[in-house]
């Protein structure tokens, strides 16, 4: 009986970790990086799940869009509206409309279908709930890369209870700067070259990664402090530059990880079906635990840590 239950306690979500060694050292580098990362595996796995909702709708979306009901393209209403608008007078405007509506596709979603008003629902589900979400996951992924005890359901709901009205506006401000970066995006990649077209380009490109950068520390900041939401987005960009070696090799350890699972899905899918689950297991758990480990120490050095001692009057005096 005691053999069970201790085999059961590996995955128990309400289950302690362990935690600091007495004279451990602390210092936020890679070894300590590894060593919080295999002593929190399990708990990472765990949050993976919490965070695999805050996209889930997105999936569904995605393959409502894919799978729904379509329509051959020569029939369809919305086709031929927008074949013959860029035909007669070519712009980004209706090239942007046009290559996400239709493309080069052969069948085309039905339009006004039952799938368009589950996907308006999910959509409208993850944006109401986004902000609430990532406050719960942030709160835990940063009391496990502060080696902080962490029980999984209680403080995802105590995060969430804590910060639920800043919780939520920051969430409807991120979805909506997420939204307008992807749409510049996607304007200018459709936008024909010259006039300025290849320079907006690369400045939206890297505004998306800055804007990236910044949301490494956003919602670390409404969790610990009490503070306005200017104040939170100013010092994400400041901290976008001063902890730019940090961020820099978080962006490069996702990407890393990003590319095994890639790889294992493109050579071993045939072979082993199980691979295509493993993202789902692990990477959002194991890319929030890094950009969390390389975003607080930056944090806790610039506004938790005390300032140096003044120095003493003697010693002035010299």
């Known amino acids: 009986m005691s053999t069970t239950k201790k085999k059961f306690k590996l995955l128990d979500p309400m289950r302690d970790g362990k935690g600091v060694e007495k004279g451990e050292d602390t210092t936020p580098n890679l070894k300590r990086f590894f060593k919080l990362w295999g002593r929190k595996f399990w708990k990472l796995i765990t949050l993976n799940f919490f965070m695999l909702v805050q996209i889930l709708p997105l999936l569904g979306c995605l393959f409502l869009y894919w799978g729904g009901p379509k329509v051959s393209t020569q029939y369809s209403p919305l086709y031929s509206v927008l074949l013959g608008a860029q035909t007669a007078l070519p712009t980004t405007e209706g090239m942007t409309l046009f290559n996400s509506a239709a493309g080069l596709l052969h069948q085309m979603p039905v339009f006004n279908s039952w799938a368009h008003w589950v996907m308006a629902a999910l959509i409208l589900f993850h944006v109401i709930t986004y902000g609430w979400q990532k406050v719960g996951t942030t709160y835990i992924l940063r009391n496990l890369v502060r080696g902080d005890g962490v029980f999984m359901f209680s403080d995802y709901f105590y995060a969430i209870k804590r910060n639920k009205k800043q919780g939520f506006f920051m969430g409807l401000l991120d979805s909506a700067a997420i939204f307008a970066l992807v749409f510049d995006f996607s304007y200018f990649y459709n936008a024909p070259a010259g006039g300025g077209n290849g ?57 890393l990880l990003t590319g095994i699972f890639i790889a294992l899905i493109l050579f071993l899918g045939r072979l082993l079906a199980a691979v295509f689950i493993l993202p789902f297991l692990c990477l959002l758990g194991f890319c929030g635990f890094m950009y969390t480990f390389a975003a607080y120490p930056v944090i806790e050095k610039y506004m938790i840590a005390p300032p140096p001692p003044a120095p003493k009057a003697d010693e002035t005096a010299n």
């Open 199 to 255: 320079f907006m380009y690369v400045m939206i490109f890297a505004l998306i990664v800055i804007y990236g950068i910044m949301r490494f520390y956003t919602y670390l900041m409404l969790v610990t402090f009490d503070m306005k939401m200017g104040k939170i987005l100013k010092n994400a960009l400041i901290f976008t530059v001063m902890g730019i070696k940090r961020n820099v090799m978080a962006l490069l350890g996702m990407g």
